[in-house]
């Protein structure tokens, strides 16, 4: 009796060999398989086995159930018996060799096919798996051969050029790659994916060229192929025909099988790459976008940032609301379409796109600036301090940094408290001595406050060297002068405000009448806080008493 046999005896008892009853429990073996009662179709094949221990087929049904049970070795042991009683059994063979796959023992499993194919070489069913496994130990030269012969015996074979196109790759022979590649495209000459395919070796191989004929045969197969005009855009990019480049651009946004989101990176980048388009091509690409999808944001954005660049706010405006009515919630949009607001005096909806913004992007500075300046504008001051603050903790840059402790120092001024102002301007000017903004707004505080008029005067000094026409500088250092009581040279001064600035304030022509008051010319003073008080922006509460008792008040 077989070792088989003796595994299956019970009792140590010798089981008589009887085909009926082995004849028997195989038939219900594969009633039990077929039901899916797997543990009972095991039993009765294992029977089955017991009565003929030579029964090659309960051994290859049990192969698989015990494979199927994650009895690997058992399942191999199995089949190997099967095999060795019917060895030219092909079915047997292929299971064989499946679990030696199963293995990773990719060498016999070769050694098997090797066989297999002997007998069957036009079974293409074998050729597919069998190089499938060479592939796998890079017996490149073995798969090169028996696609030869397949080929001879079948004849050309979209199959076949693919599996050389993919040894040639992964052998590097970019040459003998493409030269199949050729042959599959006259194969199958209306096969848009295999000359694409062909297109982008030859890209890879600088034959632009040969690529750009491929491209065309693409387009006129099919005009609507979902990358063709994205191909020909980058060809077109890469030898710097902008203008057919554009051409292809516009055409793969029209596209319709080209994804919405493809299309918005698309953009990204043909932007990108030419930066200088003039605004009739960029309102071209929002116009086209806007027509294929006037329900997505892409395009409104394009259009609201063009006009954003243009200045021309009003309609900016416009199209970016309606990018974040199509769900556009991007930094820059929010961040522009608060710009506008502002832009436009419209402080409010400013305020209420600044904050929608910061929600989203509570780490970026900018945001807080643009809400702060709206909260300024509307003397809301207490809530541009908030803003600035929280806003500089995400500051890096230097230039940002000063431009908010600036307007915090502004914002404190508002709020009458001197204290922070100075603390504030002291601060900047520790790491910007130069600041000619910070030391005017400094030198002129501290004139009004009758404080530290020497340092004042210093400080305003520096302004007026660095900027000699600059109204403001030259109003403030003219004030400083008439605070210390230097009044001839501060009329020297303020008259220099009303040469370089021809629409002077009214706190120019205020200073203008103290200055004169001081020096004894009490008429022409007057006659310039009038002027004061036409030009109707910022004075001092002074203002009308002196016009009706024509003398100064301070």
């Known amino acids: 009796m077989s070792l088989l046999s003796e595994s299956f005896a019970q009792n140590d008892s010798i089981v008589p060999r009887s085909l009926p009853k082995n004849a028997e429990y195989f038939s219900k073996g594969l009633e ?53 009683l019917q060895p030219d059994n092909k079915w047997y063979q292929i299971r064989l060799a499946q679990l030696h796959l199963q293995n990773s023992d990719y060498r016999t499993f070769i050694n098997i096919y090797d066989k297999l194919m002997e007998a069957e070489p036009d079974n293409l069913e074998y050729v597919e798996t069998y190089i499938d496994v060479l592939l796998r ?21 979209e199959y076949i050029y693919l599996q050389k196109i993919q040894i040639y790759d992964e052998q590097g022979k970019k040459d003998k790659a493409i030269e199949e590649m050729g042959k599959l495209v006259e194969f199958m000459p209306d096969n848009t994916r295999y000359r694409a395919l062909l297109a982008e070796a030859y890209r890879k191989t600088k034959r632009d060229k040969e690529a750009y004929q491929q491209y065309v045969k693409i387009k006129e197969l099919d005009p609507e192929d979902k990358y063709v005009n994205v191909s020909l855009m980058d060809y077109y990019l890469s ?62 954005n394009l259009v609201g940032t063009l006009y954003y660049l243009q200045r021309d706010y009003l309609k900016a405006k416009d199209f970016f609301i ?60 207490e809530d541009a301090l908030k803003s600035l603050e929280k806003g500089r903790r995400f500051v890096a840059e230097k230039s940002m940094m000063l431009t908010f402790d600036t307007n915090i120092a502004d914002c404190y001024h508002q709020l009458n408290n001197k204290e922070k102002v ?47 026409k600059n109204s403001m500088y030259l109003d403030t250092y003219a004030w400083v002068l008439y605070k210390m009581g230097r009044y001839q040279e501060a009329k020297k001064y303020i008259e220099k405000v009303f040469k370089y600035d021809k629409h002077p304030g009214g706190i120019n022509y205020e200073h203008l009448g103290d200055i004169l008051y001081q020096l004894g010319d009490k008429k022409n003073a007057v006659k310039n806080w009038k002027k004061a008080q036409k030009a109707g922006d910022e004075v001092s509460e002074f203002l009308e008493q002196k016009i009706k008792d024509e003398k100064l008040y301070e």
């Open 422 to 468: 100075y603390e504030t301007y002291n601060k900047i000017l520790r790491y910007d001595p130069e600041n000619i903004y910070v030391l005017n707004n400094y030198a002129y505080y501290l004139a009004l406050d009758n404080q530290e008029l020497e340092k004042a005067l210093a400080m305003s000094e520096k302004t007026i060297k660095a900027e000699p």
């Open 137 to 157: 130990v890079g017996d490149f030269n073995k798969v090169l051969e028996k696609l030869d012969i397949l080929e001879q015996q079948v004849g050309k074979n």
């Open 322 to 381: 309606k990018a974040v009515k199509y769900g556009d919630t991007e930094y820059a949009t929010l961040g522009q379409l608060s710009m506008c607001y502002g832009m436009l005096e419209d402080y409010k909806a400013s305020i209420e796109y600044s904050n929608r913004a910061i929600a989203l992007y509570p780490d970026q500075p900018y945001l807080y600036q643009l809400n702060a300046v709206s909260h300024i504008m509307l003397h809301n001051y």
């Open 32 to 84: 039990a398989k077929y039901n899916e009662n797997y543990p009972v179709a095991i039993y009765n094949f294992e029977q089955a086995l017991r009565f003929y221990d030579e029964d090659d087929a309960s051994m290859y049904e049990l192969s698989a159930l015990y494979q199927q049970d994650g009895r690997s070795s058992e399942a191999l042991s199995m089949i190997q018996q099967a095999v060795n």
């Open 239 to 300: 030898v710097n025909n902008k203008d057919k480049a554009f051409e292809e651009f516009l055409a793969a946004l029209e596209n319709k099988n080209l994804e919405y989101d493809t299309k918005v990176e698309l953009s990204k980048l043909f932007l990108h790459k030419y930066q200088n388009l003039s605004g009739y091509e960029i309102a071209q690409i929002g116009t086209t976008f806007i027509n294929t999808y006037p329900d997505k944001s892409a395009g409104y």
